[in-house]
């Protein structure tokens, strides 16, 4: 009886290292061709590795696309470590069904993948020219952690089934300046690229993340002085992370989480709010570059903890009309350029003070926000501040914003503080004329929202009234219809319009005392004016 043929067989045209990894993929075990030396290892070095540890491109996809069964007992995997693949690896519209994971791997050309389909692809800390993954599909994860890609990352359209990791990555630009294009890419997990270097564009223009989005410690800068970070109609449905990140010194164990082995935190299991171990370091979110979220969707919040936004003068970190639920806007305050807020809606804003820019930096036309949870001292002054420094021109609604939400929280006095503001920075518009009157409403009643100022001016002038009317004795007019004559009565009787108190119209008055007695009846007129326009105010405003 013959022996079956071993479909397996491995062709005689292999090199010596081919032919280890075809054995190796047959048993799904790693193939491993390092020296054991860290610095011949190192897969960024730009010392040559020699053929001993180079494969060839078309003898992976042979493996992957068409390869041989596995042994019995066990499941076909690429699995390399320190292994140079040479050539064009191109799987273009292929089918990849075994596992594919390769560690400190170099590639000679760029690694082509568009309308591939995989299981799951794991590649870290591998140096790669470029990535060209349009309309990538995974059913599992795809991993690029701590990989240098030298010509930018392509991901447009891309399908990834579970997690996007692009950790702790160093992605420079291809030649239309993007590092990362990743439009209208779909995670439905995390996409995690903590502590990640990105020279040039990062595009994720209406891509959608099922889970979090998280850039803690990342570094985003484009040298060309365009956006850093564009993604407009961004959809997240839990967190966007902008914040800091821990970074652990070599050994720690908080480093080691898979499937990195890094000395580095991790956003595998790694809560970023607890308090670090002793020798921990901080680093923050930079972006050198504008920053767009633009119609952004976003389940739980935008977080900007320590963030730090470097931006040139016509660079924006521009959030118009987002709608999350909160947004902490915690970080270091930019110096030049300008936040755009215009339009946006979040239920809780989680500020500092020393976050917001100055005058001509902001604009918050259309902001609508229900709660204020401030950080630190954020008096009503400084409240204040952040609404002028958001209109260098006069308008109403940041104002009338901000006192609705005070007035919610039961901060009432604050409210009518605010309204007061309003008042008198909307005087500063005003003719010749209305500044007047509104100075004058300014000082009677603080234009109805200090009401017991009217009280007080009304008890001044009664009392210089009937000190003044005290040392006067008029004749009647009729000397048989006339009542006692009362000096406190006759001074409050002018000054009360309307109100007739029985004693004006008896008395006949000359020369200076005639004067005096007109000069009361117009102020209480002009009193009374500005009471009823200040109530009529408020009325308005409940």
């Not at 420079?172 to 270097?197: K, M, P, T, W, Y």
């Not at 595998?268 to 050198?288: A, H, K, S, W």
């Not at 319009?497 to 005639?514: E, K, M, T």
Request: hydrophobic content about 40%; some cysteine; glycine content about 10%.
């Amino acid at each position: 009886m013959t022996e079956a043929p071993d479909l397996g067989e491995a062709p005689d045209w292999l090199s010596p290292a081919e032919l280890g990894m075809w054995q190796a993929f047959r048993n799904g075990s790693t193939y491993d061709l390092r020296t054991r030396n860290p610095v011949r290892d190192d897969p960024f070095a730009v010392r040559p590795w020699g053929p001993g540890r180079s494969v060839r491109a078309r003898v992976v996809a042979l493996l992957l696309l068409s390869g041989p069964p596995a042994l019995p007992g066990r499941v076909a995997a690429l699995k390399l470590t320190g292994v140079q693949i040479t050539g064009t690896l191109n799987l273009s519209g292929g089918r990849i069904t075994p596992y594919v994971e390769l560690n400190n791997c170099r590639f000679e050309n760029e690694l082509l993948l568009p309308e591939a389909h995989f299981t799951t692809v794991r590649m870290v800390s591998c140096a790669l020219p470029r990535v060209e993954a349009a309309r990538l599909t995974t059913e599992g994860d795809l991993h690029l952690a701590r990989c240098r890609i030298a010509g930018g990352i392509r991901l447009t359209d891309a399908h990834i089934g579970t997690d996007l990791l692009l950790s702790q990555a160093v992605v420079h630009a291809d030649r239309n300046g993007r590092s990362i294009a990743a439009d209208g890419l779909l995670v439905a997990q995390d996409l995690q690229a903590d502590l990640i270097e990105s020279y040039g564009e990062v595009s994720l223009r209406a891509a959608k993340v099922g889970v979090t989005l998280s850039l803690r410690g990342s570094r985003l800068i484009n040298p060309d002085g365009g956006r850093a970070l564009n993604a407009p109609q961004l959809t997240v449905e839990r967190t966007l992370y902008l914040t800091s990140a821990a970074v652990y010194p070599s050994g720690n164990e908080a480093g080691t989480t898979p499937p990195y082995g890094t000395p580095y935190g991790s956003s595998y299991g790694t809560n970023y709010t607890n308090t670090p171990v002793r020798g921990t370091l901080i680093q923050p979110f930079e972006c050198r570059g504008g920053l767009r979220l633009d119609d952004g969707r976003f389940g739980d919040a935008v977080d900007l903890a320590q963030s730090r936004i470097v931006l040139s003068d016509a660079q924006e970190l521009s959030l118009r009309r987002i709608q999350t639920p909160e947004l902490r806007f915690t970080g270091q305050r930019a110096e030049r350029g300008k936040v755009v807020l215009s339009g946006a809606r979040v239920v809780n804003l989680v500020d500092m003070a020393d976050s917001w820019p100055g005058p001509g930096h902001l604009t918050m036309n259309g902001f609508a926000y229900e709660n204020l949870i401030p950080i630190g001292t954020f008096t009503l002054a400084q409240r204040l501040e952040w609404v002028t420094a958001a209109t260098p021109e006069y308008g109403p609604e940041p104002y009338e914003r901000l006192a609705g939400v005070l007035r919610g929280s039961g901060e009432d006095a604050d409210a009518r503080e605010v309204l007061l503001a309003k008042q008198r920075r909307r005087r500063e518009t005003l003719p010749l004329a209305g500044k007047a009157w509104g100075v004058l409403q300014d000082l009677t009643v603080a234009y109805g929202y200090r009401p017991g100022r009217a009280a007080l001016w009304m008890a001044v002038l009664w009392a210089a009234g009937t000190l003044a009317f005290s040392h006067y004795d008029p004749r009647p007019i009729k000397a048989d219809e006339h009542p006692d004559w009362n000096a406190a009565l006759y001074a409050l009787d002018l000054l009360i319009p309307v109100v007739n108190l029985g004693q004006d119209g008896y008395w006949r008055l000359s020369g200076a005392w005639q004067w005096a007695a007109t000069l009361l009846i117009l102020l209480g007129w002009i009193l009374a004016t500005t009471v009823a326009a200040g109530a009529s105010r408020l009325l308005r405003r409940r």
